[in-house]
Structures are given as C-alpha cells and as structure tokens.
C-alpha cells in the first residue's frame, strides 16, 4: 500500500514539473536568476531547436509527398498500361480466350436488401478487367455488379478494396470455347447470388495449334519427356573472368519425393561472343511445347540500395511469349524497375537493362505446369539477392 502510494506521489510530481511555466525552454525559476547574456543565449538555443525541429518535419512531410506521388504515379501507369493491353484485346490483339461474353440469367440478385428477380444481362470482358455492370430488378430497381477476369478465373459479384473476397470464382475450362452453362448458383458477395444462371463464351476464332491460346487444350497430347538418369545435383562450371549470379533450381511438384537441385553459375561471354552464345544457350534451354504464357510468382527478396537492403513486397505478373516489359519491384525504401522478358520459353530477369550481362536466365521446364520454385542467389552487378520465385504456366 505504501509503494503505490510512493509511486502516485513520484507520478504527480512529474506531472506538476511537466506543467510547470517554461520560458524558452528554461524552467520559470531558473529565467528568473539567469543574466542578462545568458537569457539571450537560451533564447538563440530554443529557436535554433525548433528551426531544426521545423526544418526536419518538412523534410518528413516532403519525402512523405514524394513517396505517395510515385506511388500514384505508378498505379497511374500501371493502370494505363493495363487499360492499353485491355484495349488491344477488345480489337481481336489478344490471345484466344482474352475475351469472353457471360450471360446472367434467372434466380435473384439482392437491391437494397431485398432479393428480387432480374432481367437477363449479357456483357464482354477482357483478360485483366475489372468492370461494373449495372442489373435492373423486373420492377426497375438498379445496382451494380462488380465482375474480374484475370484470364484464368471469372469472378462475379466481387468486393472492390477488400482483402476478404466473397464472389463467385469460375476457372477457366476448355468447354467456354464451346459455350457453357453453370445452373442455379449461389455467392455471399454484396448482391448476394441466388440460384443465378451463368453462361459463359470466348469470342473469336480458335487458332489451329495450340499456340495463340489462353489455355492449351487438353486434348493436346504433349510427347513424354525422356527418362534419363541424372543426378539429383548438376554443377556447370565455366571459367571465371567475372563472378556471375548463382541460379538454384528446387523442383517443387509433388510427383518426386525428393527435389532436384541444379546450381548453375554461368560465364559472361566476351562482347564479340555474347550474341551467338546467347542464341546458342537459348536454343539449348527452349524445348518444343513450351508454354506462350506464363504467371511468375515473385514471392520474397531483399534489394540492395546503398550498401543496405530491405525487403521486397510479394507481387505477381504475367508474361506472354515475346513480351518485354518493365516491372516495379517495390519495397518500403524504394523500388528498383527491372526489365523482364519471356521469349522462346526462356525468363530473363536484368535488374540493370543497361548491362546485358547482369541478367538470369531461366529456361522452360515441364515442370513449370505444376509450378517450379526458383531461388536466385546475389551476383556481382546485382541489386536484387535472395530472390524466391514460383513460375507457372497456363
């Protein structure tokens, strides 16, 4: 009972010191016995504190406005670039399955919380749209539907900026080439799908092969691969004029029951060999049947800046066969545009475009279907390290 009754005490006597009349930062009985030259010398020091002060919370508020600037900046770009691919589809550019029609029929919708019938609504999306579709109740009620198509999987009745999605999530079959129908389905999203009907088709006309589609078709029979026996570890060594990023490749599908590991530290050619040794590397590593689209997951990293390194935020793109692109690795210090290539099967990753060099290859693998892991470790020239990928084709 004492001690809290000391520390309440103690308390109090802080709060009273606290509130206590200050004079340029001088306590009021210290000003009161200071002279004349001192006064003026704690006078200087209180406005010298706070221009610093000053000065450093506008420094914090400009970095601040710079940092959300780029941010817009980029999401401006990014947007425009995506609205660009987005147009190019609707004008026949795209791959056969970029485009579908969905037709919403039957069941009821909620307006206004209430669940009502509606009129049918037919609409087209492209592959990377986001778009709100306006439905009408049959006694003239509207709302808005928000729909995605991110190319492998329809989502209607979406929530926009929400981490928790509760739309309907139809993935991609080979049957919306013919036209499919999806009978009597339900969804938890803001309208609240009752026993709607969903009938989904690709516009175009499907290419003879299987390149030019979204999704190969399944009946497709692609040739087996050879079996050969190879050791789990392969080790390429070539002589070293210049130390190179090391590649370490862990097999991530769940038809082995150990991963194979292959460390590949490559040798930069000399400038009057580089271009045929890359078109010689290139037509080593693309096997036929590669895929002409593929989603690379960026999974973790870190990003040197400065002899320092921070984190890298967790993102995915998608590349299609012939595709050079610039993409925006982010992180909370700064962000770093890396050039990224997909062509004839083979991923180029260059976090410096200027210096051919500094780039990893990755070159297809059948296992990319399921999903191959990649970590790449630092190099010399380069800025990204520790990086943990996941490459999947579509």
């Known amino acids: 009972m004492k001690k809290s009754l000391f520390g309440i005490l103690i308390l109090v006597v802080m709060l009273l010191t606290a509130c206590a009349t200050r004079i340029y930062g001088v306590p009021e009985e210290r000003w009161e016995t200071m002279s004349e030259q001192e006064r003026i010398a704690a006078m200087e020091a209180y406005k010298a504190r706070q221009e610093a002060l000053r000065q450093r919370r506008a420094e914090q508020a400009r970095l601040r406005a710079m940092e959300k600037q780029a941010q817009l900046e980029r999401e401006a770009e990014e947007a425009h670039q995506r609205q660009l691919q987005i147009d190019a589809i609707y004008r026949g550019e795209g791959l056969y399955g970029d485009l579908i029609r969905v037709t919403l029929e039957g069941g009821m919708l909620q307006f206004y919380g209430d669940h009502k019938p509606f009129h049918p609504v037919s609409f087209k999306i492209a592959a990377d749209e986001m778009k709100q579709i306006e439905v009408a109740s049959l006694r003239g009620h509207k709302t808005h539907m928000t729909v995605l198509y991110d190319g492998s999987n329809l989502l209607l009745d979406e929530t926009p900026r929400s981490h928790r999605s509760r739309a309907l999530r139809l993935a991609y079959e080979n049957s919306w080439e013919d036209g499919a129908t999806y009978s009597g389905l339900h969804a938890k999203g803001p309208l609240e799908m009752r026993g709607v009907n969903v009938s989904i088709q690709v516009i175009g006309r499907p290419p003879h092969g299987r390149h030019g589609r979204r999704h190969p078709s399944k009946h497709v029979i692609q040739p087996p691969a ?132 500094s780039g990893t290859r990755l070159g297809y693998r059948p296992t990319w279907k399921d999903g191959q892991g990649y970590v790449i470790k630092d190099g010399a020239g380069l800025m990204l390290e520790d990086l943990d990928i996941m490459i999947v084709s579509q």
């Open 226 to 357: 050879r079996k050969t026996r190879k050791p789990n570890v392969i080790v390429i060594n070539e002589p070293e004029e210049r130390p190179e990023p090391v590649v370490i490749v862990v097999n991530n599908s769940r038809k082995e029951r150990k991963p194979e590991v292959i460390v590949v530290k490559s040798q930069p050619q000399r400038e009057n060999h580089r271009n045929r040794m890359d078109q010689h590397s290139r037509k080593e590593r693309a096997q036929p049947g590669y895929p002409t689209r593929i989603k690379v997951a960026l999974r973790k990293g870190r990003l040197k800046v400065k002899k320092r390194s921070y984190p890298v935020e967790p993102q995915t793109i998608e590349m299609r066969d012939g595709e050079q692109r610039h993409v925006f690795v982010r992180t909370k210090r700064g962000n770093l545009k890396v050039l990224v290539s997909y062509v004839d099967g083979e991923l180029l990753i260059n976090d410096r475009p200027n210096q051919d060099h």
